[in-house]
């Protein structure tokens, strides 16, 4: 007689998930949106993610991710820019930047911020380090000529890219450098009841 498969139905070749994944499936449903937070802090995108388990593997969860991220409202872009990092884009190059260079990032990110009402977000990965500067002072320069409804556009789209990233930290185990928590702020509240007011992201 034929034995029965190891792996539940929908869940794919468990060759194929690694133990971050197999985590994340067998997670109960608070355990998972909570490690999902950490990529994105969008409740609604986490929940959505978490509701869709079991992933038989990685590219399954990639997929949903983005599509999740696809379809997130304005009050779900300003919630998920609220729990970013503040500028984490440009503080991962400031250590090896000179001064003139710093001046001019900070003096950028201020700018953008008052203008747009949220801090800046910017997917670096996989670019190599020494370009990390160039890139960001390049993508800052572009996104500031920018009206207020095409950069949100182009946050949600480093969002997508950044909680992409994080996923895969997720399932590969190594720490995932995004959102600890979901930041419950004034502004995030705020945010909520007016979704066509981007959020600030918090000191």
Known sequence: MPT????????????AQTPGLRRLNAADPATAESLLLACCGSRRWARRVAEHRPYGD??????????AAYDLTPADLAEALSAEPRDAAALRVLAGAGETARTALRAALSVHEERFGHGFVLHLDPSHPEEWLDLTLTALRTRLLMDP???????????RRLARARLEHLVAGTAVPGPARHVD????RRTASHPDVPGRVPN
């Not at 029965?4 to 070749?13: L, Q, V």
């Not at 409804?149 to 969002?159: C, D, P, Y």
């Not at 702020?185 to 995030?188: D, E, I, S, W």
């Open 4 to 15: 029965a498969p190891d792996t539940a139905p929908g869940t794919g070749d468990g060759a």
């Open 58 to 67: 990685t590219d399954a969860l990639l997929a949903a991710g983005d599509e």
């Open 149 to 159: 409804e095409t950069e949100r556009e182009h946050a949600a789209e480093q969002l």
């Open 185 to 188: 702020t004034p502004a995030a």
